[in-house]
Nanobody, 119 residues
Framework: QAQLVESGGGLVQAGGSLRVSCAVS????????MGWFRQTPGKEREFVAA????????YYADSVKGRFTISRDNVKNTVYLQMNSMKPEDTGVYYC????????????WGQGTQVTVSS
């Protein structure tokens, strides 16, 4: 069982930058894929970015390509999401998720951290 704790959310102006972090209680190298999702009131949770254990395979939602960067540090057991050129539509609760080896879905989720982008 892995525990994920997000941090680093906050308020930023449009065009600004923010980095959110996800501390994982188990070795991140044992987790095949780590991801970030976000959710706004009245909308379903949406995929933002994902990275495999080696950091070689990285995936982004079209809406954040070129602006967001996901990375992982398997020594610190932490995953990061660097968000640049932020837009008001990036506002939401950002969740970290983990997919264990041998599993097809993200099974572990953090509690979320609020990110608000003001116009």
């Amino acid at each position: 069982q892995a525990q994920l704790v997000e941090s680093g959310g906050g308020l930023v102006q449009a065009g600004g930058s923010l980095r959110v972090s996800c501390a994982v209680s188990v070795r991140t190298s044992s987790l095949t894929r780590m991801g970030w999702f976000r959710q706004t009131p009245g909308k379903e949770r949406e995929f933002v970015a994902a990275i495999n254990w080696s950091g070689v395979n990285i995936y982004y939602a079209d809406s954040v390509k070129g602006r967001f960067t996901i990375s992982r540090d398997n020594v610190k057991n932490t995953v990061y999401l660097q968000m640049n050129s932020m837009k008001p539509e990036d506002t939401g609760v950002y969740y970290c998720a983990a997919r264990p080896a041998g599993r097809a879905v993200f099974e572990y989720w953090g509690q979320g951290t609020q990110v608000t982008v003001s116009s």
